[in-house]
């Protein structure tokens, strides 16, 4: 019985001292130049990781996107302001709408726009190379 409590806590202390694996978000924040209502950005990230990109936006506009990446890894999730990657539900997931879209915004804000790769690429540890076409009008066509 001892020797069962021994391993338990052996195993126990082992567990508690390898450092939790947490993903480490990129921030930045888009600004679209005057006159202009398109911004390409281009990024790199790894494994768990991602990379959030902020914008503000009016109710009623058009966000439309475009990602591209080495062995089409990226996929894009939009989040409504106020809202964040791990403590609200997507208006717009990536994996099911594909790489291309568009949507129209639901309120005015700072909506963000998050690149990630699936788990099972990002468990492996994969670099992920990609490119990001945003554009916001003004009007659906």
Do not use: W
């Not at 790199?44 to 966000?63: N, S």
């Not at 609200?88 to 594909?98: M, N, R, Y």
């Not at 790489?99 to 915004?105: A, E």
């Amino acid at each position: 019985m001892k020797k069962r409590l021994g391993i338990a806590v052996l195993a126990a202390l082992i567990t508690m001292s390898i450092p939790p694996v947490f993903a480490k978000p990129l921030e930045k924040q888009v600004i679209l130049k005057k006159g202009t209502n398109k911004a390409n950005l281009k990024e790199t990230f790894k494994g768990y990781d991602d990379v959030q990109y902020t914008l503000r936006a009016k109710k009623g506009q058009l966000l439309k996107f475009k990602v591209s990446s080495n062995g089409n890894l990226a996929y894009i999730n939009i989040f409504a302001p106020g809202n964040k990657p791990g403590n609200a539900e997507a208006i717009l997931i990536g994996s099911t709408v594909g790489s291309t879209g568009k949507i129209t915004l639901p309120s005015n804000g700072e909506y963000t726009v998050q690149v990630y790769q699936m788990r099972n690429s990002a468990r492996r540890d994969t670099v992920v190379n990609f490119n990001l076409d945003i554009q916001i009008l003004n009007k659906a066509p």
